[in-house]
Nanobody, 121 residues
Framework: QLQFVESGGGLVQPGGSLRLSCAASGFSLEYYPIGWFRQAPGKEHEEVSCIDTIDLNKNYSDSVKGRFTIFRDNAKNTVYLYMNNLKPEDTAVYYC??????????????WGQGTQVTVSS
């Protein structure tokens, strides 16, 4: 089973920035499309961004487009999510996971521990 370690979350004021990291354990990330997802209290998992493999195609949800950037560093076996201009509604636990090719969501995704992001003044 592919395993990830998410990190970089924290408490930040509205308008602030964070960088989340998704590190792979025991395999190379570069061969997999990787998505960042989040889950707010009482809500389902929501995909916020995904980066594919072959052409490095990147997708963003409408709620984060223009504020978040996904980046893959194969040398470090890590996928990052740069989050700028954070809003209170971005508060959630963030997870990374593989997807099907072309960043198609896998409903059988097994979630790791995630990293908590809290945006509050």
């Amino acid at each position: 089973q592919l395993q990830f370690v998410e990190s970089g979350g924290g408490l930040v004021q509205p308008g602030g920035s964070l960088r989340l990291s998704c590190a792979a354990s025991g395999f190379s990330l570069e061969y997999y499309p990787i998505g960042w997802f989040r889950q707010a209290p009482g809500k389902e998992h929501e995909e916020v961004s995904c980066i594919d493999t072959i052409d490095l195609n990147k997708n963003y949800s409408d709620s984060v487009k223009g504020r978040f950037t996904i980046f893959r560093d194969n040398a470090k076996n890590t996928v990052y999510l740069y989050m700028n201009n954070l809003k209170p509604e971005d508060t959630a636990v963030y997870y990374c996971a593989t997807t099907f090719p072309d960043c198609i969501y896998n409903p059988a995704t097994s979630w790791g521990q995630g990293t908590q992001v809290t945006v509050s003044s």
